[in-house]
T-cell receptor
């Protein structure tokens, strides 16, 4: 079955770059996503990438996709304390964007 | 409201009781989803509605779980004979077009269910 894996924790200093990694197993995934979950708030879509792309940049966020290795990463430049949250990687199942499979999330802690 | 609204935000019940969780999606969104998030885990898909019909209910864990969306807007997730393992945060999400490719789901804050 489909599986999405992430490391559980990441700590960085304010101003440094953060890199959150994710691996997935469904080779037919069409879209991959990064969601952010802050305490007491709903999940918020940060960015997504089509599987025919290698990279996508959106302001401080850079998404890299290595389809051969089924590896996805999210880089946050100039990390701020407000970026502290849980970040979830998600993939669409068999090309359907309607049903997402999420990883367990990476808790990002930004230290002053 | 502007976002997805879920009620109650917290529900504590006893094992064996019946529970209903409500979701009010963003106005105009035709697609509605229920996910379940256990502690320390990512959300797991339960069911997806396109309009009034359940287009995909493959994620419902067993027949104690049921969801309806009778008028194509508000949805209710119903859990019968609750068990302690049902304790989780139940997330509702909506999107403008369930078949759209961006997969942008708008999530509510969730209903935290605790079964004692």
């Amino acid at each position: 079955g489909e599986d999405v894996e992430q490391s559980l924790f990441l700590s960085v200093r304010e101003g440094d770059s953060s890199v959150i990694n994710c691996t997935y197993t469904d080779s037919s995934s069409t879209y991959l996503y990064w969601y952010k979950q802050e305490p007491g708030a709903g999940l918020q879509l940060l960015t997504y990438i089509f599987s025919n792309m290698d990279m996508k940049q959106d302001q401080r966020l850079t998404v890299l996709l290595n389809k051969k290795d089924k590896h996805l990463s999210l880089r946050i430049a100039d990390t701020q304390t407000g970026d502290s949250a849980i970040y979830f990687c998600a993939e669409s199942i068999s090309g359907s964007a309607r049903q997402l499979t999420f990883g367990s999330g990476t808790q990002l802690t930004v230290l002053p | 409201g502007a976002g997805v609204s879920q009620t109650p935000s917290n529900k504590v019940t006893e094992k064996g009781k019946y529970v209903e969780l409500r979701c009010d999606p963003i106005s105009g969104h035709t697609a509605l989803y229920w996910y379940r998030q256990s502690l320390g885990q990512g959300p797991e898909f339960l069911i997806y509605f396109q309009g009034t019909g359940a287009a995909d209910d493959s994620g419902l864990p067993n027949d104690r779980f049921f969801a309806v969306r009778p008028e194509g807007s508000v949805s209710t997730l119903k859990i019968q004979r609750t068990e302690r393992g049902d304790s989780a945060v139940y997330l509702c999400a909506s999107s403008q077009n369930g078949g759209a490719n961006t997969g942008e789901l708008f999530f509510g804050e969730g209903s935290r269910l605790t079964v004692l």
